[in-house]
């Protein structure tokens, strides 16, 4: 998020996290009450942390927490501030390098080797293995002469990641693979990237959509050409188009912890143009380049966009994500919710 690169662009702050540490990134809502090996490990160390026993006003173990492998805590805080994410880096190091000096007193024991563990059954991992899997990038865009906000901020910008099935990816495709063919996409696809990709989280976390709040919704593909390749394999290239209109009225806090407020609008209402590359082969895209481009307005509790609610451009784009395991990331929604299932009982 914007706010949080205000921390981690700091050149010390990505050296110590790189050189002294082994850096990790995990959605810690769900791990505040995951039950299984990985949610009992992280309340271990949260509980140890700035925001340990606090219920108000919120419960969340939101922040930055530095640990040992046993899960001792070394430092934690909360900030988006360089200087003090610094500090609390440091402060980590200090206290690691006396605990990890050789006590030569003592027999030496071998370490132990991490073991799996049952996951919790309402946090499953349904990574799409032979699927497509979009990295998402999304960011404020130039502001016309004379808008009533300044400019965007460099840092202005956020990332997340949209799942689809090997069956979900193939509606993409024409029925027929002819050139000139079309085909649009159909509702359920739509709406999961109009629900809960195509929001204003460039700068902070926003709720997603509800189904009442999408206005219109429409994408259709068109094969352009086909590009034969050996053994009678064929490279499909598509052209992607579409219009989204999002928008919801209502009473909510657009500052974290604050009075609601009535009257409340927000929306993105965008075009989309892509072009995709499809192999017969292998089944898969090759290349999946899609850009939404739209004005938005308004804010949420937890967007950071209380000083800037008026109509702005905002950029969203997709690609293929790499096979990094950090482009593993799940989409920010609820899994749930984002592929339509009924979710286990608690």
């Not at 865009?141 to 990332?159: K, M, V, W």
Request: glycine share 6%; net charge negative; with cysteine.
């Amino acid at each position: 998020m914007a706010s949080r690169a205000l921390a981690f662009a700091d050149p010390d702050v990505i050296r110590l996290a790189s050189e002294a540490f082994v850096p990790l990134a995990e959605n810690c809502s769900p791990l505040q009450t995951q039950q299984d090996a990985k949610g009992e490990f992280f309340r271990l160390v949260a509980e140890q942390g700035h925001y340990g026993g606090r219920t108000v006003p919120s419960g969340t173990r939101q922040g930055q927490y530095a640990f040992t492998a046993d899960g001792q805590l070394l430092s934690s805080i909360n900030t988006r501030d360089a200087d003090k994410m610094r500090t609390m880096l440091s402060e980590a190091l200090d206290r690691w390098r006396p605990a990890s000096a050789p006590d030569t007193s003592k027999t030496e024991v071998a370490p132990v080797t991490p073991t799996t563990y049952e996951r919790d059954p309402r946090h499953p991992d349904l990574f799409p293995i032979d699927g497509l899997v979009l990295k998402q990038t999304l960011r404020d865009l130039a502001r016309p002469s004379g808008h009533p906000t300044p400019q965007p901020r460099p840092e202005a910008i956020n990332f997340d990641y949209a799942w689809f099935t090997k069956d979900e990816a193939r509606l993409f495709l024409p029925t027929s693979l002819q050139p000139g063919e079309r085909t649009d996409l159909p509702q359920a696809t739509i709406r999961r990237l109009a629900r809960f990709h195509l929001l204003d989280s460039v700068r902070g976390e926003t709720p997603p959509w509800r189904e009442e709040n999408i206005v219109h919704a429409r994408i259709w593909t068109e094969i352009v050409t086909l590009e034969p390749g050996a053994d009678g394999e064929q490279r499909i290239h598509l052209r992607l188009e579409g219009a989204i209109l999002n928008q919801q009225e209502g009473t909510w806090a657009i500052r974290p912890f604050r009075e609601k407020w009535e009257g409340q609008t927000r929306g993105y209402d965008c075009r989309l143009l892509g072009e995709l590359v499809y192999n017969t082969a292998t089944e898969r895209f090759e290349r999946f380049d899609v850009l939404a481009v739209g004005d938005r307005w308004g804010g949420t509790e937890h967007n950071a966009r209380q000083g800037d609610l008026h109509p702005a451009p905002m950029g969203i784009t997709f690609e293929i994500a790499s096979n990094s395991p950090a482009d593993r990331t799940p989409p920010h929604a609820n899994v749930w919710e984002y592929f339509d299932r009924p979710r286990p009982a608690a």
